[in-house]
């Protein structure tokens, strides 16, 4: 069976205990899904997706909103060539918790006063395109929307140049979201030092 993608998309096939998983990836939002096929008695085939991300987190609609359609149109498609369980149909099943449980990078600026926080920081070291910085975003957004506090996800230092000259991918994620900028750290830090400088005032 071929599978026709929309531009932007693309996916990977692994075997599983009892199947196969199909993970799928947009260059732009990152993770988007999977559907997972499993054998079932009768050589029928239980098709079930689950779309990547929390679902309070807006982004999470997002992906819904592309990789949905698409989820059901393979599942059509597998229908036709495999024979899926009559009984199955296509389940949407929640996002299973990540194992091993990925261990990401962050740092928490506190208010030099009160201690309090007043933004984080969150490392991606392999957020080298769009797609990517949003998988950082969407690992961690049950901590950054806990903290509640100014939030940004910081890609690699890119070039040659002194380290303070060298731009990174950056991506303020809460508590509004902002498009991509390529920032040097003499032009990032000052940002933060004006939100130390207004906390506790």
Same mark, same amino acid.
């Given at each position: %069976?071929?599978? @026709?993608?929309?531009?932007?998309?693309?996916?990977?096939?692994?075997?599983?205990?009892?199947?196969? #998983? /199909?993970?799928?990836?947009?260059?732009?939002?990152? !993770?988007?899904? @999977?559907?997972?096929?499993?054998?079932?008695?009768?050589?029928?085939?239980?098709?079930?997706?689950?779309?990547?991300?929390?679902?309070?987190?807006?982004? #999470?609609? =997002?992906?819904?909103?592309?990789?949905?359609?698409?989820?059901? *149109?393979?599942? @059509?498609q %597998?229908?036709?060539?495999?024979?899926?369980?009559?009984?199955?149909?296509?389940?949407?099943?929640?996002?299973p918790?990540?194992?091993?449980?990925?261990?990401?990078?962050?740092?928490?600026?506190?208010?030099?006063?009160?201690?309090?926080?007043?933004? %984080?920081?969150?490392f991606?070291?392999?957020? #080298?395109?769009?797609?990517?910085?949003?998988?950082?975003? @969407? +690992? %961690? /957004?049950p901590? /950054?929307?806990?903290? &509640?506090?100014?939030?940004?996800?910081?890609?690699? !230092?890119?070039g040659?140049?002194?380290?303070? *000259? =060298?731009? !990174?991918?950056?991506?303020?994620?809460?508590?509004?979201?902002?498009p991509?900028?390529? +920032?040097?750290?003499?032009?990032? &830090?000052?940002?933060? *030092? =004006? +939100?130390?400088?207004?906390?506790?005032?």
């Amino acid at each position: %069976m071929a599978i @026709r993608l929309p531009p932007d998309v693309s996916f990977d096939k692994h075997p599983v205990s009892d199947g196969w #998983t /199909y993970s799928f990836r947009h260059r732009i939002l990152g !993770a988007l899904g @999977r559907i997972l096929l499993q054998d079932t008695d009768g050589g029928h085939c239980h098709i079930s997706f689950d779309v990547a991300g929390d679902p309070a987190d807006p982004m #999470t609609a =997002r992906r819904a909103a592309i990789f949905e359609p698409l989820a059901r *149109d393979i599942a @059509r498609q %597998m229908d036709a060539a495999m024979g899926a369980s009559p009984a199955a149909g296509l389940f949407r099943v929640p996002e299973p918790p990540q194992e091993p449980k990925e261990v990401i990078e962050s740092q928490v600026i506190p208010c030099p006063r009160c201690g309090m926080p007043v933004a %984080m920081l969150i490392f991606a070291p392999t957020g #080298t395109d769009a797609g990517r910085l949003e998988d950082f975003a @969407r +690992l %961690m /957004y049950p901590e /950054y929307t806990r903290l &509640n506090v100014p939030s940004w996800v910081i890609g690699p !230092a890119l070039g040659s140049a002194p380290p303070m *000259d =060298r731009p !990174a991918d950056i991506i303020k994620v809460w508590p509004t979201r902002e498009p991509i900028q390529r +920032l040097p750290p003499t032009r990032f &830090n000052p940002l933060l *030092d =004006r +939100l130390m400088a207004a906390h506790c005032r």
